[in-house]
């Protein structure tokens, strides 16, 4: 394990059992949680990205405060759901968050999870090209995302412009030279993170999956990392592909942890479904002592898989609460499994 980082849904809610009871309280608590994160050695902060919801939204603002405000930590999301997003405006946001960062953007994009509303991104006002069902879409505006990524010219210049241009086609601007290469993709199939591999993107497998083979989520996600990394090395990429998955971890080391979740650990995975059609399976969460976490996680064949680890944190329990978690697991649980 060479990373280990956090993922907030950044939940709200207005309820007096809340530390987070309003859209600001959870996108400045985010900006807090971030700092605390890199002071204590983590080595990301992510964010999850849900619309029509009392969770974190629009993502570019927060990455860029957090950019602003730290120096080391990567900064990245998990994920965008490329059905809402404008790929030419999302190109300009992205560049501009990452040259705030100093080129810390690790973006994690996909076609996206059932959301709150009945097709939302036609509010945002897309809709499937004839033939094409939403995740076409979603893949075809991640598709064009990466081509802009790659800052090549493509618009034919005014020939009267209001200010001088350099010579030949025009991109957008700003650019962020090297934030195509620090793309991930959202895969739930194993179908997706091959195709994810042929474009080069890194892979972020998350806490559910569909339901392929009916083993335990660890062990699909095993094989579908397998999977995409056998693609990537196919495609003939020069660089590492870099893969996540996402867990649910609390140590049990104080008596706060034993109130909150002493009960909580779930010792087999639940099935599910992502829509009427795909079944899903739902991964287990952790907690226990320290070193009966150490021997379950070490069991996890996906952890032992993939190369960064994303904890998801209870944001609504506040700033000091999920650094604590933070520090713990960076304490009693990462040196053990190989981190640093």
């Known amino acids: 394990m060479k990373k280990i980082g956090f993922l907030s849904f950044g939940h709200w809610s207005p309820s007096a059992h809340s530390q987070t009871r309003s859209a600001a309280d959870t996108l400045l608590q985010s900006i807090e949680l971030a700092i605390a994160a890199e002071e204590l050695g983590a080595d990301g902060t992510y964010f999850r990205v849900h619309h029509f919801a009392r969770q974190l939204a629009s993502p570019f603002p927060l990455l860029a405060a957090i950019g602003a405000r730290t120096n080391r930590i990567e900064i990245g999301t998990a994920v965008i759901d490329m059905r809402y997003e404008n790929p030419m405006y999302m190109a300009e946001d992205a560049g501009a968050a990452d040259l705030i960062a100093g080129g810390r953007l690790q973006l994690g994009i996909s076609r996206g999870s059932p959301e709150q509303v ?25 598709e064009v995302f990466l081509d802009l990524l790659r800052g090549e010219g ?53 806490t559910l999956k569909e339901d392929e083979t009916g083993e335990p989520l660890h062990v699909q996600q095993a ?13 003939g990429h020069a660089r590492e592909p870099r893969v996540s998955v996402s867990r ?37 969460s952790y907690a226990a002592e320290p070193d009966v ?8 064949e996906a952890i032992a898989e993939a190369d960064t680890l994303l904890i998801t944190v209870p944001n609504q329990l506040g700033v000091a ?17 190989g981190w640093r």
């Open 248 to 284: 649910s971890i609390f140590p049990l080391v104080s008596d706060e942890d034993r109130v909150y979740f002493g009960g909580s650990g779930q010792a087999a995975d639940s099935i599910g479904y992502i829509d009427e059609r795909t079944r899903a399976i739902f991964g287990r």
């Open 293 to 300: 976490l150490v021997q379950q996680l070490k069991a996890d």
């Open 118 to 142: 009945i097709d939302g991104w036609r509010y945002f006002g897309y809709a499937p090209a004839e033939g094409q069902s939403d995740a076409d879409m979603g893949r075809h505006h991640a």
């Open 223 to 235: 094989k579908q990392i397998r999977a995409y990394r056998a693609a990537w090395k196919e495609a």
């Open 154 to 206: 493509f618009a034919t210049p005014n020939p009267r412009p209001m200010f001088p241009n350099p010579p030949g086609l025009l991109r957008l601007e700003p650019h962020s030279k090297g934030l195509r290469e620090r793309i991930w993709w959202g895969a739930a199939s194993n179908a997706t993170a091959v195709w994810a591999a042929k474009l080069g993107m890194h892979l972020q497998s998350s």
């Open 321 to 337: 609460y999920n650094a604590h978690v933070i520090e713990a697991i960076l304490k009693y649980i990462a040196p053990a499994m």
